[in-house]
């Protein structure tokens, strides 16, 4: 919410002995929950025309070296008169124009800026610059220098002249349940509170003067209809007649562009400048475009076609509330209006509409159009149906005044069933346990009475309340405590001496400390953890998969419309990100979920653990070439973290529709993870041009099977263990993993460890052969083992090597 500090200013009570300043209402508001962002200076003219003064032209000569160029004598009202080359055609003696002093920076109207220095032009001297509008960021007009009126003093300050507007602006980070301070009025009745209690004093809004609202003139007789009361409570409405649409007056348009609104015409920045104000949205019709003089308030059928003030055709939901005509749609209600009903430079007559809209109903049209307007910003929040009238009576006003008009029509005030104010019941001692502190009843009224709380009864321990209609989120005692406290300022909460606090056993402890025993591990090996979005692009799937996706209703984008399938996808945008920005080494890990749905209305989640690595693994140095990485770093990673999980599965190969060499591992039955080398055709839709290996951990899974593990405690071996090597000439398709198996199935107890060291390949070792040197580790724990021991053994692994691999022993 940006909010301006002049204009906060204007309602702040006379009987205020100082005003704050900018930087002491910037804590009051942080104080009491109104978390300011950031407070700066606000200029309308850059720069503020600082450095700039009122000079007298004394005399004009021709410049000797350039026909078109001037040399004029100024006096700045110093001792000394400046000499300063100008190109302008108007210059002449005795004219008051805006001198640029050497030094000064000057901010154009385009928004470029130039350092004044002394210079020669064509051989002169120059100690300054005569500024035309545009140079300085007064208008747009080039034809010549600015001419001032003869009456001015030379040397005085431009800015004391020009007065350029300046301010403060507030930018306020506002929770949702702070419809109220969506208002300037909303900001300095916390304001007005917090200076109450703490100045013991009764300070309240100073509000606008606001004349009388009666008819002046006969006109065109609009008629209200409302036939959705749930969706619209409340409809105020009057018909002004007569007016002259032109720009608004400097004041107002000073104050919207402070905050970032672009001024329209004297009509529109009006609504405007009331919704900045009190926080009531309003629109103005063009009442000549009213067919059959009347408004009514329904539904359309679903798919009506209704073009927008965007000039965009769409098609309306059911569910859309819509201001109509006697003959269709003209507003999309309280989101956006219609491209033929809006004031026009030409209007002459229009109708003025403020109104209480379901909050729920516009934010589901809001969303459902993509049309995130300022006003469905209010509605969709809950506005104050107190403050229809009121804020169309002050727009009535500045309309009258400023634009010409007369109200023809007396206020039509359509307001079925007056909503009841909410009422509360607040107990002193549970105000005490919520907030820690003892207030005192005195202040505890004081507060909820400078907030437009009424106090219906009051009991020894007790407060009945009634909530204002400005505070719709306040329907609990908890709520009330937090408005006393804020107000109260949350700086000034108590830090008791001792906290009381009750002890409780964490469960799934096992889990979490899992998942950082990986992540630290992985972290170690030289991984970065990454976080990417649940809701990803739906292109990135097929046809298939998407029968299965979760698919976003209220997307904020097309391109982010459904949850994700797989974590490969998020993750290679990551990658392709960093490729982008020359960082082609890379090693992620991310903990995420995956989503998806079988029927409607039921929901899957499926945590994951992924891996994405591509590049090298080392850089290149002057003492080693760059180390690769490759299948066999994945694979050796995988392994590893399921060996820090207490799992040994079976590692298998399997045909994956996105994974090239792929494979998985398996316990039980259940598969723990999944990896290879992703498809290249996957690559080109990410833009990648080098090899990508990914690995996806089932995380549901492999916490369970971690879970069955038992820790078993074991004395550290006091025996050596014995390596023996072994050479197998063997076929070249086939894999170590067979090796493995054929060698651990012989079930040798004192065989702890089998390793592959070597592969060779030569003619002549036979046509399609290769050598495997392998190492195995035998161990006894109880005595040392004999050769004759080792011997046996490794004749048992020989013998089964030649028969069930037909291998050839190495001699």
């Not at 039955?669 to 992703?678: H, W």
């Amino acid at each position: 919410m940006t909010i301006s500090y002049n204009w906060l200013c204007d309602y702040l009570p006379d009987n205020l002995t100082q005003k704050p300043s900018p930087e002491q209402i910037s804590r009051i508001l942080t104080s009491v929950g109104l978390e300011v962002e950031s407070l700066h200076p606000y200029a309308a003219i850059r720069g503020g025309l600082e450095g700039l003064i009122i000079g007298e032209v004394v005399s004009v000569d021709s410049h000797p070296n350039a026909d078109k160029l001037k040399i004029t004598e100024v006096n700045i009202g110093s001792k000394e008169n400046l000499q300063i080359v100008c190109g302008a055609n108007n210059v002449a003696a005795g004219q008051k124009v805006v001198v640029a002093l050497v030094g000064s920076t000057i901010h154009s109207e385009s928004g470029d800026f130039i350092q004044i220095k002394a210079a020669k032009i064509r051989g002169v001297e120059s100690q300054g610059m005569l500024c035309a509008e545009d140079e300085i960021g007064l208008g747009k007009d080039h034809s010549g220098i600015i001419v001032l009126p003869e009456n001015l003093r030379p040397g005085l300050p431009a800015a004391d002249y020009f007065k350029p507007y300046s301010d403060f602006i507030y930018e306020i980070g506002l929770t949702p349940n702070h419809m109220d301070a969506m208002s300037h009025m909303g900001v300095v009745r916390d304001l007005c509170a917090y200076l109450s209690l703490q100045d013991k004093k009764d300070y309240h809004i100073k509000f606008p003067v606001i004349a009388p609202t009666v008819t002046e003139a006969r006109g065109q007789n609009i008629k209200i209809e409302l036939i959705n009361r749930k969706d619209c409570a409340r409809y105020s409405g009057l018909t002004i007649t007569g007016i002259r649409i032109s720009e608004s007056p400097l004041w107002m348009q000073e104050k919207l562009k402070a905050i970032g609104i672009r001024p329209i015409n004297n009509v529109v920045d009006i609504t405007n400048f009331v919704l900045q104000e009190t926080g009531q949205p309003l629109h103005a019709y063009d009442a000549n475009e009213i067919r059959g003089n009347k408004i009514i308030i329904k539904n359309l059928p679903a798919g009506t076609s209704f073009i927008t003030l965007d000039e965009k055709e769409r098609k309306l939901d059911a569910a859309d509330l819509m201001i109509c005509d006697a003959e269709g749609p003209i507003c999309i209600a309280g989101v956006f209006g219609g491209l033929n009903s809006g004031i026009k430079n030409t209007s002459t007559d229009l109708f003025l509409e403020s109104a209480w809209f379901n909050p729920s109903s516009i934010r589901r049209t809001s969303f459902r159009h993509g049309l995130r307007t300022e006003a469905a910003a209010h509605f969709e929040k809950g506005m104050d149906i107190s403050g229809t009238v009121n804020a169309l009576k002050r727009a009535a006003s500045l309309i009258r005044e400023y634009a010409g008009g007369k109200i023809s029509s007396p206020i039509q005030d359509l307001y079925p069933e007056p909503f009841p104010k909410t009422q509360v019941l607040l107990k002193y001692h549970y105000l005490k346990k919520l907030s820690g502190k003892n207030y005192h009843s005195v202040a505890v009224k004081n507060i909820l009475l400078a907030l437009g709380f009424d106090i219906l009864r009051e009991g020894l321990d007790d407060l009945l309340i009634a909530v204002p209609f400005h505070k719709p989120d306040v329907q609990l005692p908890a709520d009330l405590v937090e408005e006393i406290m804020r107000i109260d300022g949350f700086d000034h909460i108590e830090v008791p001496a001792n906290i009381n606090i009750s002890p409780s056993a964490e469960t799934g402890m096992e889990q979490a400390a899992l998942q950082e025993k990986i992540a630290g591990f992985l972290v170690g090996s030289g991984f970065n953890e990454i976080l990417t979005n649940s809701i990803t692009n739906s292109s990135y799937f097929r046809e298939t998969e998407l029968q299965t996706a979760v698919k976003m209703v209220n997307n904020l984008s097309a391109e982010l419309n459904v949850m994700r399938l797989s974590m490969l996808e998020t993750g290679l945008e990551s990658i392709s990100r960093n490729m982008n920005r020359k960082n082609n080494d890379l090693r992620f890990f991310e903990f995420g979920k995956t989503y998806e749905t079988s029927q409607p209305g039921q929901y899957n989640e499926i945590n994951h653990c992924c891996f994405y690595m591509t590049g090298n693994l080392q850089s290149e140095n002057w003492k080693r070439k760059p180390a690769v990485i490759d299948f066999y770093y994945l694979k050796g990673i995988c392994t590893a973290v399921c060996s820090l999980a207490g799992i040994s599965g079976e590692i298998l190969p399997f045909n994956h529709q996105k994974l090239s060499e792929a494979v998985e591992i398996r316990q039980d039955n259940k598969i723990i993870l999944s990896a290879g080398e992703v498809n290249s055709v996957i690559l080109q839709k990410f833009d990648i041009r080098q090899p990508v290996f990914f690995a996806d951990i089932y995380w549901d899974n492999l916490v369970e099977l971690a879970g069955k593990n038992t820790i078993v405690f074991s004395e550290l071996p006091k025996q050596v263990p014995v390596n023996r090597d072994l050479a197998l000439i063997v076929e070249k398709s086939l894999p170590f993993e067979k090796i493995e198996k054929a060698v651990n199935s012989i079930g040798l107890e004192k065989l702890r460890g089998v390793q592959l060291f070597d592969i060779f390949e030569s003619d002549k070792l036979g046509k399609d052969k290769k050598s495997m040197a392998i190492s195995f580790t035998f161990l006894d724990y109880e005595k040392t083992l004999t050769d004759k021991e080792i011997d046996g053994m490794m004749n048992r692994i020989m013998k089964t090597a030649e028969e069930e691999l037909k291998a050839e022993i190495r001699k």
